[in-house]
C-alpha cells in the first residue's frame, strides 16, 4: 500500500555538505523559519543571517522552523562583508542567487569536487546587495518561465541547493 511515511520510518539517508547559507537582510519570520528547515533538508552546515535589526529568533520563526533551528547552527551580524571575507579565507566559493547581467542559471554552474560553497540569498524586495555581488565569484540565477521575474526567498533558496546538492553528489560520484 502507498501511504505516507511518518518521519521516523523515512528512508532518506542523513548527509552534511559543505554548503552555509548568508542571508542578506532576510527578515520575515516566515522566511527565515523556511530557511531553517530548507538547510536542514538540505544538508546545509549553517546559516549566517546578515544585517540590522535582524530577530532571527520569534515565535512566528518557531512555529515555521518545527525545531530546525535547533539543529542547524547559525550566526548573526551586521557586516555581511566581514562574513563573505571571513568564508572566502576559509576557502568557500561565494555564490549570489540573484539575477544580474552577468548570472548564469545555477542549473549551470559547474561544482568542483570537494568544493565548498557559501550561497547569499537577498531581502525579498531588494535582492542581494551590490557589495554581496562584488565580493561573489558568480551571480547564478533559476530560470522562470512566467511573467515575474522573482519568487519568494526561501523558495528560491530551497531550488538553488537541490541542484548545488545534486552537483554536489554528481561530482563525488
Not at 527578515?27 to 549566517?48: L, T
Not at 535582492?127 to 562584488?134: F, P, R, T, W, Y
Amino acid at each position: 500500500m502507498n501511504q505516507q511515511l511518518h518521519h521516523d520510518a523515512n528512508k532518506f539517508i542523513n548527509k552534511k555538505f559543505s554548503i552555509v547559507i548568508v542571508c542578506d537582510r532576510v527578515c520575515s519570520p516566515a522566511n527565515i523559519g523556511s530557511i531553517f528547515r530548507i538547510a536542514d533538508s538540505f544538508g546545509v552546515e549553517k546559516i549566517y543571517f546578515c544585517g540590522k535589526d535582524i530577530t532571527v529568533v520569534s515565535k512566528r520563526m518557531q512555529r515555521t522552523a518545527r525545531a530546525t533551528h535547533e539543529i542547524i547552527p547559525f550566526e548573526q551580524s551586521e557586516d555581511i562583508t566581514a562574513v563573505i571575507e571571513q568564508l572566502r579565507t576559509d576557502n568557500y566559493t561565494i555564490l549570489s542567487l540573484e539575477i544580474t547581467a552577468k548570472s548564469i542559471p545555477v542549473s549551470s554552474y559547474t561544482v568542483t569536487p570537494l568544493e565548498k560553497i557559501a550561497l547569499v540569498v537577498g531581502e525579498e524586495n531588494s535582492g542581494v546587495s551590490e557589495k554581496a555581488l562584488d565580493l561573489s565569484k558568480e551571480s547564478v540565477h533559476i530560470n522562470m518561465y512566467g511573467n515575474n521575474s522573482s519568487m519568494n526567498v526561501a523558495t528560491a533558496t530551497g531550488i538553488a541547493l537541490y541542484e548545488i546538492t545534486n552537483k554536489v553528489l554528481g561530482s563525488r560520484e
